[in-house]
């Protein structure tokens, strides 16, 4: 059974520093990784997807890695914003499935 | 194009009522996937559907729960006979070529309480 863990579980930095923020999964048998932002009380927004061909995504200050053999991937955040403050969620589509299984998340405090 | 709209984005019920929550996915998506997040859990999902098939309903309690998405209008997640512990937040995703190889958008959510 595929189980996604992300640490910490909450964090808290200074506006201006970069951060990475960190997910593991246990079986390496995934199509695909995508990394989320949720809002308190809003849906997910789409950040990066990852197919596990793949080695890295970048989008802005966004940067997605994914390791598939050790099963591992790390969201780089460059130059925190207080608008960046949010949980981010990892989650993985398994292979021969149509399911994303999610890790709990990371929340991110960006202090001004 | 508008994103994933689900409705009500608020629902109070009182135990034993019918809970019916809707979702109309992107323009041009044909898979939609229902998840449901639990206080201080993670998003567990819970069924995937293409229009007019029910094609994953693994992650779905086989009693009480229902879902369909017709060949018209949009996708319904049904909770029959409502208990507390039905109490959570329920998204709806909508991708248009499946999770293999394209992203997946989500809804803002429905937060059903039941009373």
């Known amino acids: 059974k595929q189980e996604v863990t992300q640490i910490p579980a909450a964090l808290s930095v200074p506006e201006g520093e970069n951060l990475v923020l960190n997910c593991s999964f246990t079986?390496?048998?995934?199509?695909?990784l995508q990394w989320f932002r949720q809002d308190p009380g809003k849906g997910l927004t789409s950040l990066l997807l990852?197919?596990?061909?793949?080695r890295e995504q970048t989008s802005g200050r966004l940067n997605a890695s994914l390791d598939k053999s050790s099963g591992r991937s790390t969201l780089y955040i460059a130059a925190s914003q207080p608008g960046d403050s949010a949980t981010y969620l990892c989650?993985?589509?398994?292979?021969?499935?149509?399911?994303?299984?999610f890790g709990k998340g990371t929340k991110l405090t960006v202090n001004p | 194009n508008a994103g994933v709209m689900q409705n009500p984005r608020h629902l109070v019920r009182r135990r034993g009522q019918e809970a019916r929550l809707r979702c109309s996915p992107m323009?041009?998506?044909?898979?939609v996937y229902w998840y449901r997040q639990l206080p201080e859990e993670g998003l567990k999902f819970m069924v995937y559907?293409?229009?007019?098939?029910?094609?994953?309903e693994s992650g779905m309690p086989k009693e009480r729960f229902s879902a369909e998405f017709p060949k018209e209008g949009p996708s319904i997640l049904r909770i029959q006979q409502v208990v507390r512990g039905d109490s959570a937040a329920y998204f709806c995703?909508?991708?248009?070529?499946?999770?293999?190889?394209?992203?997946?958008?989500f809804g803002q959510g429905t937060r059903l309480t039941v009373v």
């Open positions: 995703a909508s991708s248009p070529f499946g999770l293999l190889n394209t992203e997946a958008f």
């Open positions: 079986d390496s048998a995934i199509y695909n």
């Open positions: 990852i197919q596990s061909s793949q």
């Open positions: 989650a993985v589509t398994q292979g021969g499935s149509e399911k994303l299984v």
């Open positions: 323009k041009g998506h044909s898979h």
């Open positions: 559907l293409q229009k007019e098939n029910i094609i994953d």
